[in-house]
């Protein structure tokens, strides 16, 4: 999976792993958004450059299987990567392409990734993900998350 | 037009999303609402969807077994392989033809009676990449990543077994200073 620098177009490569019991001292409100220390019991990943420490952004998921579903409960960039000053693009895009790895690993053609934005930023998730609505919830399913898949991870 | 606010919104919106249900009762009546409109779309999934979702499948299943020591009595390459073929024929001796190996042959390295032989495997890394052209990322060596890690980790693991064996045969007939 790679990100790409904004400003002259590189790419770097990127690694997404569980999060450590030791990152959660760093992962500061003003930074990551939310207290993830309130997501220990889930599981959650973080982004960073490979050979880089750097916590780019994190995402906190919750496998359903019983509905064959991947719910994103948390998702964040690192309070650098927003907006027009951000430094790289495609962190979110890499995060919710990993849960779309856990569920069709998971479940195959009854894969499902979830998440339940509030009405203002659905649009976004829609349009740049290729998600569909359901009441508040929206999800993306095969065929179109192996196409998510597919458009982020390279390895 | 994009007004201000939207603008506002979309730089935002990745920048803490809170997704979290609020309530027990808002999840299940979400979850029941989604699983209904799903259960519909997933009746109009044609075979192709499906088989292109399986063969997804096993390639991240495949890619997630490389990545770290597996200890335990499961025969992976033979489970891969028999997935692989289930889900692309509907009768194992059609793949053993078009590998030009007998059915025999397949069905014994599938049921883990006999070890593929290197021909074997490079039959199967060309099929594959061939199946997965137009499916995803497919790197030509993984099946023979399965194969050998499986074979590391079994060694690893059996160390017990073979070890007492094998020591008699090795000496030191050279000291190394410590």
């Known amino acids: 999976m790679i990100i790409v620098e904004t400003s002259t177009g590189i790419e770097h490569r990127v690694k997404i792993s569980l999060v450590d019991s030791v990152d959660y001292k760093a992962l500061s409100k003003e930074r990551y958004f939310f207290d993830w220390k309130e997501e220990q019991n889930f599981e959650v990943y973080k982004l960073c450059i490979v050979g880089s420490s750097e916590i780019l952004g994190l995402i906190s998921l919750e496998r359903i299987p019983s509905e064959w579903r991947v719910h994103i409960r948390l998702l964040t960039v690192s309070f650098e990567m927003q907006g027009k000053k951000k430094i790289y693009d495609n962190i979110a895009g890499n995060l919710i392409a990993h849960s779309a790895k856990i569920a069709v690993a998971d479940y195959a053609e009854l894969a499902c990734v979830s998440l339940r934005p509030k009405t203002e930023i659905a649009k976004h998730y829609i349009d740049k993900y290729n998600m569909i609505s359901k009441g508040l919830t929206l999800s993306i399913e095969v065929p179109e998350i192996l196409n998510l898949i597919n458009q982020f991870d390279h390895d | ?178």
Request: hydrophobic share 35%; net charge positive.
């Open chain 2, 1 to 178: 037009m994009t007004s201000k606010k939207n603008i506002k919104i979309i730089k935002d919106s990745e920048f803490g999303l809170d997704s979290r249900y609020k309530s027990k009762k808002e999840y299940q009546t979400e979850a029941a609402a989604l699983m209904e409109a799903r259960l519909k779309r997933m009746k109009n999934l044609s075979k192709d969807q499906i088989i292109r979702a399986k063969l997804m499948q096993l390639k991240l299943n495949m890619e997630e077994f490389i990545k770290q020591p597996i200890y335990d009595n499961r025969n992976y390459f033979s489970e891969f392989l028999e997935s692989y073929v289930d889900t692309i024929y509907s009768k194992r001796s059609l793949f053993a033809k078009d590998i030009d190996i007998t059915p025999t042959k397949l069905s014994q390295v599938i049921n883990n009676h006999r070890e593929p032989r290197d021909e074997f495997i490079l039959r199967l890394m060309i099929h594959s990449e061939k199946v997965y052209e137009n499916i995803c990322d497919f790197h030509k060596k993984t099946w023979y990543q399965v194969y050998f890690h499986e074979k590391i980790c079994d060694t690893m693991s059996s160390q017990e077994e073979w070890r007492p064996k094998i020591e008699r045969h090795v000496k030191f007939s050279e000291s190394i200073e410590k």
